[in-house]
């Protein structure tokens, strides 16, 4: 059972920066691909980044290319993403999750992950 922790949320003002980080225990990190959704008021929840087991390979959602990134540090079992140029529509619950599984494909579908966060708030002033 893999416990994820996330930290770092906050109320920034738009063009502002945060950096979140999700810490990981009970399973062996390096294990999981891990990786970024955030639910907004009213929507359904939607997928932000990912990262392989390695770190090796980055896969993010259209609407954050460029301006989120995501990294981890498998020593520290801490995943990161680093959140630049935000936006009031980046106002949302950010949650980390756990994917076991190697995939090139269905990575942005959030069933396919087996462990989540309890989520962090990121609120965008404009």
């Known amino acids: 059972q893999v416990q994820l922790v996330e930290s770092g949320g906050g109320l920034v003002q738009a063009g502002g920066s945060l950096r979140l980080s999700c810490a990981a225990s009970?399973?062996?990190?390096?294990?999981?691909?891990m990786g970024w959704f955030r639910q907004a008021p009213g929507k359904e929840r939607e997928f932000v980044a990912r990262?392989?087991?390695?770190?090796?390979?980055?896969y993010y959602s259209d609407t954050v290319k460029g301006r989120l990134t995501i990294s981890r540090d498998n020593a520290k079992s801490t995943v990161y993403l680093q959140m630049n140029s935000l936006k009031p529509d980046d106002t949302a619950v950010y949650y980390c999750?756990?994917?076991?599984?190697?995939?090139?494909?269905?990575?942005?579908?959030?069933?396919?992950?087996?462990?989540w966060g309890q989520g962090t708030q990121v609120t965008v002033t404009s």
């Open positions: 009970g399973g062996t990190f390096s294990s999981y691909a």
């Open positions: 999750a756990a994917d076991r599984y190697i995939r090139v494909t269905y990575y942005s579908t959030a069933e396919k992950y087996d462990y």
């Open positions: 990262i392989s087991q390695s770190g090796g390979s980055t």
